[in-house]
């Protein structure tokens, strides 16, 4: 659905699973709508990227009633902001390169999104000065494939290096700066006929430093993200609902 400032999209629900606790729902997220907006960047006057208010996931509960903390709340934000980042690589871009210089299998472009750096800040808990600064993102043209008997483009995209720098603040007394590197890549399937993208799948490797006002002053970490978006069927969202 689409309107005259962007398109519509509803979140009908959204679940936390995890292998040691029971499966919660986030509230206030369910049949919430808000308005896709792919030209913004978190600069304008309500710095909100995508069009997304960062002001929404502040102070999260979920179903139980348990507050979530504040790097919790960030990653259910951040959740929304990776799907329709991996989403952007698969439409036209009004300015740069994009998928519409991809004319055959092989070829590969520097996205108009290379070495961009949106704001990540939310609300009072992520603090202003916090970044992600996008690396030489390249977009190729990987192959054939299929989805459910549906033919797809296969597009390979990958981020390059890049960085960027947390700042948590846990209490009104407290701050936590974390900085890092990050690499992400993998594969977006495109539906030839109808340009729905079916599938995506990416990696991300990720390395921080955190720093803290009391010992051992200093944390290193090591991680690796793997996300998967599968395009789900009507049945399937009617029997989720």
Same mark, same amino acid.
């Given at each position: 659905m689409a309107d005259e400032k962007g398109d519509v999209f509803t979140c009908f629900k959204f679940i936390i699973k995890s292998d040691t606790l029971p499966e919660t729902t986030i509230p206030i997220l369910n049949n919430w709508t808000y308005i896709y907006q792919p030209d913004s960047t978190g600069y304008d006057e309500k710095d909100q990227m995508f069009g997304i208010p960062p002001d929404k996931f502040e102070n999260l509960m979920d179903s139980q009633g348990k507050s979530l903390q504040p790097d919790?709340?960030?990653?259910?934000?951040? =959740?929304?902001?990776?799907?329709?980042?991996?989403?952007?690589?698969?439409? !036209? $871009? =009004?300015? %740069?390169? +994009?998928?519409?210089?991809?004319?055959?299998?092989?070829?590969?472009?520097?996205?108009?999104?290379?070495?961009?750096? &949106?704001?990540?800040?939310? +609300?009072t808990n992520i603090a202003k000065g916090s970044y992600f600064k996008n %690396?030489?993102?390249? #977009?190729?043209?990987? %192959?054939?494939?299929?989805?459910?008997?549906? &033919?797809?483009?296969?597009?390979?995209?990958?981020? %390059?290096?890049?960085?960027? !720098?947390?700042?948590?603040? &846990? $209490? &009104?007394?407290?701050? #936590?700066? $974390?900085?890092?590197?990050?690499h992400y890549k993998g594969d977006?399937?495109?539906?030839?006929?109808?340009?729905?993208?079916? !599938?995506?799948?990416?990696?991300?490797?990720?390395? $921080?430093?955190? !720093?803290?006002p009391f010992p051992p002053n200093k944390i290193n970490a090591v991680a690796e993200r793997i996300s998967v978006i599968n395009n789900a069927t009507e049945k399937y969202l009617l029997d989720s609902l």
């Open positions: 919790q709340n960030y990653l259910i934000y951040n =959740t929304f902001i990776d799907f329709h980042s991996f989403m952007m690589f698969a439409e !036209k $871009t =009004t300015s %740069g390169k +994009g998928i519409q210089n991809l004319e055959k299998i092989g070829d590969q472009i520097v996205h108009a999104s290379a070495f961009s750096e &949106p704001t990540v800040h939310l +609300g %690396g030489k993102i390249t #977009l190729a043209f990987k %192959g054939l494939s299929s989805i459910n008997e549906s &033919p797809c483009a296969l597009l390979d995209f990958d981020s %390059g290096e890049s960085a960027f !720098k947390v700042i948590i603040n &846990p $209490t &009104p007394e407290m701050e #936590l700066e $974390t900085v890092g590197s990050s977006i399937y495109l539906d030839l006929a109808t340009k729905w993208v079916l !599938k995506v799948v990416m990696d991300e490797f990720v390395i $921080t430093e955190t !720093k803290l």
